[in-house]
């Protein structure tokens, strides 16, 4: 992975929904109405160099599957279904 650049899918809209799996260890207590909150480290790219690892909604959906499917074999995880134009505009980097 590392030395690979990796660019943005001009094809995607920004209303795209990616789904992003998220390990409990990534949530974390605040003072929010909810409690809690996803730490940034749930979107930091992979330790070993690669990107921001997300699942296309729409693609998962069209082969007949579902959201617990994007978690099918991680059970210890939990589903985060953010939109493409977020990521995009972040300062964190795009996809």
Do not use: N
Not at 34 to 51: C, I, K, M, N, V
Not at 58 to 77: F, K, N, Y
Not at 84 to 89: A, F
Request: net charge negative; hydrophobic share 35%.
């Amino acid at each position: 992975m590392p030395g690979i650049e990796y660019q943005d899918d001009s094809s995607l809209p920004d209303t795209t929904v990616l789904w992003r799996r998220v390990h409990p260890k990534w949530i974390v207590e605040d003072k929010s109405p909810q409690g809690y909150r996803l730490s940034t480290a749930a979107f930091d790219d992979d330790p070993e160099g690669g990107p921001t690892s997300v699942i296309i909604a729409d693609d998962v959906i069209r082969a007949g599957g579902s959201h617990a499917d994007a978690l099918a074999g991680h059970p210890e995880h939990v589903g985060c279904p953010p939109f493409l134009g977020p990521p995009r505009s972040s300062v964190l980097g795009g996809l």
